[in-house]
């Protein structure tokens, strides 16, 4: 089974513990939550998982991967080299802003293509019609019309598929989105989800998914782990988690959750909607799924 497991990763920065023994097991085909509040290290855990913490920092610890034909017992032990070659391929990485980790200048074609042509050396034939089929996978309409385009004649949400793209382009076994639906409208934001949730099927992803908003979590992940000071205080199905959450922590996030879920998702087939999940008449709209403030500069261009 693909996949990757955690135990005690630790990672110091200058005098600051940022990790504290994070122990953690991802399974290919679920989609593990990773959520807490801001600086808890979610962030910084994936980062370490792509190899891509910052210089000079001390990493400790063990991060077992297993893949499709091999398994490595340490990615911490590889040598730089070994683990260029294996970030984008086998773990990907969308980071937290898919704005910025384009370039505004090159249209997405050249971004896109000179990205498989790198990693997979296809031709420049190939690597075309490989990004055209990455873009119908995501669901960006007219991909042929989008190559030919630039970075900012997208709203944010096709830009974030635009990063799941160029994520996925190598298929890789762990995917890892680093809150991508945050800056998303409440509708668009629900498409994400969708789509990463048909990614894990249909691809047998490995994916981490963080964020700070256990709304979203509760309302897609598999497994969710509650991380807070650098280490995870709680992991267990979604359902153990929401419904019964073993530390005071995980229970207060879960007390303030809204009573509705956000609208336009819905709970994967066979996840019981939470008993408390009832529309409440007061019940005020969830905090993280509030259209974001001041409109994406961008929203209305290309639509969702
Ligand atoms: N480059 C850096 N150098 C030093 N400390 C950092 C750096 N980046 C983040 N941190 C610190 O690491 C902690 C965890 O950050 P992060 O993983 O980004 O949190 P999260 O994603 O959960 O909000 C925070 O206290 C943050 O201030
Ligand atoms: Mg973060």
Do not use: W
């Amino acid at each position: 089974m693909t996949g990757l497991v955690i135990s005690d990763l630790r990672l110091r920065i200058g005098q600051a513990d940022i990790l504290n023994g994070v122990s953690l097991g991802i399974l290919g085909g679920e989609i593990t939550g990773l959520a807490g509040e801001s600086g808890s290290g979610k962030t910084m855990t994936g980062l370490v998982l792509c190899g891509l913490q910052p210089a000079g920092a001390v990493v400790t610890g063990r991060v077992e991967f297993t893949d499709s034909d091999r398994s490595i017992p340490n990615l911490l032990a590889l040598q730089p080299r070994e683990f260029n070659r294996l970030r984008g391929r086998r773990i990907a990485m969308v980071a937290q802003d898919p704005v910025a980790s384009l370039h505004p200048m090159l249209t997405i074609g050249t971004q896109l293509t000179d990205h498989v042509r790198h990693h997979l050396r296809l031709s420049k034939q190939q690597a075309t019609a490989r990004a055209v089929e990455l873009l119908e996978r995501v669901q960006v309409p007219t991909p042929e019309t989008a190559l030919r385009r630039y970075p900012h004649q997208f709203s944010g949400g096709q830009l974030q598929r635009i990063a799941i793209a160029i994520a996925i382009a190598c298929e890789p076994a762990v995917l890892i989105a680093d809150e991508p639906t945050t800056a998303l409208d409440v509708t668009v934001q629900a498409g994400i989800l969708r789509l990463l949730r048909e990614l894990r099927d249909d691809l047998g992803l490995a994916i981490i998914l963080i964020s700070h908003d256990l709304g979203v979590m509760s309302a897609i992940a598999d497994t969710i782990a509650v991380m807070r000071y650098g280490t995870v205080i709680e992991q267990g199905s979604r359902q153990q988690v929401i419904q019964q959450p073993q530390t005071e922590y995980a229970r207060e996030l879960i007390a303030a959750l809204p009573q509705v879920p956000p609208p336009g998702i819905t709970t994967d087939a066979g996840g019981q909607p939470h008993p408390d999940a009832q529309p409440h008449p007061d019940a005020q709209p969830h905090p993280g799924v509030q259209p974001h403030p001041g409109n994406h500069p961008h929203s209305t261009r290309t639509g969702a």
